[in-house]
């Protein structure tokens, strides 16, 4: 996905093994779905919380924060359950989100790649990050989201 793209909708199971239809939000509120590499790992951890620590910031500025990973629904359930997470986290076991999104392996290739993306309420991509580094991640997506509820 590149800048301008529009979010095509998309299908998933998340943490509680609901099924989780993207359409449902496209178009109706700005966006944050975040891959990350793998529940309980520090980076994640660090990551998921940080996003749950400044959710209600996401939250008045209308956007819904959704987490991807290759991780399946009960691993999602614990990591939510353990770290408190008020957002949606689903599994993505085959690899097709990340091959929609067009997210990226890193580390030679070794490490699903970390990567956010921030769609405006209309659907379309404002901003793609990408970086091994969890902390960025959640004050560019609030910079973003700022600049575009300004519009």
């Known amino acids: 996905m590149e800048q301008n793209d529009t979010l095509k909708t998309f299908t998933a199971t998340d943490q509680n093994g609901n099924a989780f239809d993207a359409s449902e939000l496209i178009g109706k509120k700005p966006l944050v779905i975040y891959f990350y590499?793998?529940?309980?790992?520090?980076?994640?951890?660090?990551?998921?919380?940080?996003?749950?620590?400044?959710?209600?910031?996401?939250?008045?500025?209308?956007?819904?924060?959704?987490?991807?990973?290759?991780?399946?629904?009960?691993?999602?359930?614990?990591?939510?359950?353990?770290?408190?997470?008020?957002?949606?986290?689903?599994?993505?076991?085959?690899?097709?989100?990340?091959?929609?999104?067009?997210?990226?392996?890193?580390?030679l290739g070794l490490i699903p790649g970390r990567e956010t993306f921030i769609f405006d309420a209309d659907g379309k991509l404002v901003l793609k990050f990408n970086s091994l580094n969890a902390e960025p991640h959640i004050r560019k997506a609030l910079k973003t989201l700022k600049e575009i509820g300004k519009d």
């Open 37 to 107: 590499p793998k529940d309980f790992t520090p980076g994640c951890t660090k990551e998921a919380c940080s996003f749950r620590d400044r959710y209600e910031d996401f939250q008045e500025l209308g956007a819904e924060v959704i987490g991807i990973s290759g991780d399946s629904e009960s691993s999602h359930q614990r990591f939510a359950k353990k770290y408190n997470l008020p957002f949606t986290l689903l599994s993505d076991s085959n690899g097709k989100l990340r091959r929609q999104f067009g997210v990226k392996k890193s580390m």
